[in-house]
């Protein structure tokens, strides 16, 4: 195990400075409502939120004033003051049409700020252990180059005393050539990586500290499959999204049915005394519910006002209306896609819930199998340690072994890395808020 210690100095010299210094997976996530995805997702959520608090002011009560003035050759000026009041009282009034819409709009900014933030979360996850993961390989990629480099010397030996064959040493070359490739390969892996991450934190990839939080082994979900199935159809975004669409074609059907069936409908009263007057009326087809009152300050010399109370009523009655008609066929056909929407949207988050949990259960088993490797690796070590000091063995067969374990490393590392994205993956699929932590609730 000795002879790794190189390998890792050499890592952390090719590095820059900063990623000497660690960077730990909860200091990384704490970052993201600072990031300019997360921002964006939430300004979007108060935009709807404005525009909620318009439909609702505009279902209000509301008032006006005004003023009128006249001048006649035969009666003289006539200045009169004027305000009215008005309020969407019925249920069906278009204002109140206007919050509903606003109100699933707000549900609809919702979820998709959840899903905004949830993508991120899964997203940092996920270039944090790439760029943890990218350096690994930088490891195993420099063991593999030394390697390479003291098999040509040993080939190069044998092959000036007779013992190795010119293609034996064409050979050992090649390798090594392909062993100088993987590096820049790993090298180049390695800044992306770090790019990458840095680019979603905001940072600079200088000063990005190196990630020192390990991937962690994920259980399996206590619950049974069918009720993880249930908790997904309740929770997920894209089903809640279908039922929002259904509720909004159903309250359209109902709103195209009373623009046909509601007559227009309005009834008044007034009462008018000495010039001053006071009104109100109610319209069954708007649903608005109106008082006014007027005020004369300047009268002219022509006859006082007529007197008293008045009442009307207005009634109209829609017959044959082809173009109502037709916009009640099409509700109904809208209706119907949308019940097909929601059917499509359940089937599809059940298929990928099974997904992610068959997803989540492979990883799992491909940890069991990276451990058996890395078992295997570390007695081949111990193995040709022991032939090495024995005489039997070679330091070649000891550098190779290491190189074996190293590689093992990497792989139970990056079948751990698997099963925790899968998890994270899982947990995303059944409608999970996974920034709860951060705030995500707001």
């Known amino acids: 195990m000795k002879r790794l210690f190189p390998t890792l100095a050499t890592l952390l010299a090719l590095a820059p400075p900063a990623l000497a210094q660690g960077l730990e997976l909860p200091q990384a996530l704490q970052t993201l409502p600072r990031t300019l995805d997360w921002k964006s997702a939430d300004l979007n959520y108060e935009s709807a939120v404005r ?48 919050v509903r819409s606003a109100e699933r709009a707000l549900e609809q900014a919702a979820l998709t700020r959840r899903d905004a933030r949830n993508n991120l979360w899964i997203t940092l996850h996920t270039q944090y252990f790439n760029l943890r993961l990218a350096q690994a390989d930088l490891a195993v ?21 007779g013992a190795a064959t010119l293609s034996e040493l064409l050979a050992a070359q090649q390798n090594l050539d392909t062993a100088r490739s993987g590096l820049v390969s790993a090298q180049g892996a390695l800044e992306l990586a770090r790019l990458s991450l840095s680019n979603t934190l905001g940072q600079n990839p200088q000063q990005l500290g190196s990630p020192s ?12 499959l069918e009720d993880l199935l249930q908790r997904a ?24 049915e009373r623009d046909r069936w509601i007559p227009n409908a309005s009834v008044s009263a007034s009462y008018s005394s000495g010039g001053n007057s006071l009104s109100a009326g109610l319209n069954f087809k708007s649903g608005v519910a109106s008082v006014s009152a007027a005020v004369p300050l300047v009268q ?5 006002p007529a007197q008293g109370y008045n009442l009307g ?38 298929l990928d819930v099974r997904q992610k949990y068959q997803g ?37 067969d000891v550098q190779l072994a290491q190189l074996g374990l190293l590689q093992a490393q990497r792989n139970l590392e990056a079948a ?27």
């Open 360 to 396: 989540l259960q492979t990883a799992k088993a491909a940890i069991a199998a990276a451990r058996a490797g890395l078992n295997a690796a570390n007695q081949n070590l111990r193995t040709a340690q022991a032939r090495l000091q024995a005489g039997t063995g070679t330091a070649l």
């Open 213 to 224: 939080t390990p991937p962690e082994e994920p259980s399996l979900p206590a619950e049974s």
């Open 233 to 256: 159809l309740e929770r997920r975004s894209d089903v809640l999204r279908a039922l929002l669409q259904l509720r909004e074609a159903e309250e359209n059907l109902a709103s195209a």
């Open 141 to 161: 990629a420099q063991a593999t180059l030394a390697l390479r480099e003291r098999q040509l010397q040993i080939v190069s030996a044998q092959n000036q005393a």
């Open 51 to 98: 525009q909620l608090e318009a439909a609702q002011a505009a279902l209000g009560f509301k008032l006006s004033g005004g003023a009128d003035y006249s001048l006649r050759e035969s009666s003289g000026s006539n200045l009169i003051l004027s305000s009215t009041a008005s309020i969407g009282l019925l249920p069906w009034s278009s204002s109140a049409d206007a």
């Open 416 to 442: 751990l890395i698997q099963a925790q994205l899968a998890a994270l993956a899982l947990q995303n699929a059944l409608g999970t808020n996974l920034t709860a932590s951060l705030g995500g609730n707001r």
């Open 300 to 304: 002219g010399t022509g006859g006082s």
């Open 313 to 350: 009523l207005s009634l109209s009655v829609p017959l044959f209306d082809p173009v109502s008609d037709s916009l009640i066929h099409t509700a109904h056909t809208a209706l119907q896609a949308a019940r097909q929407a929601l059917e499509t949207a359940r089937k599809a988050a059940e």
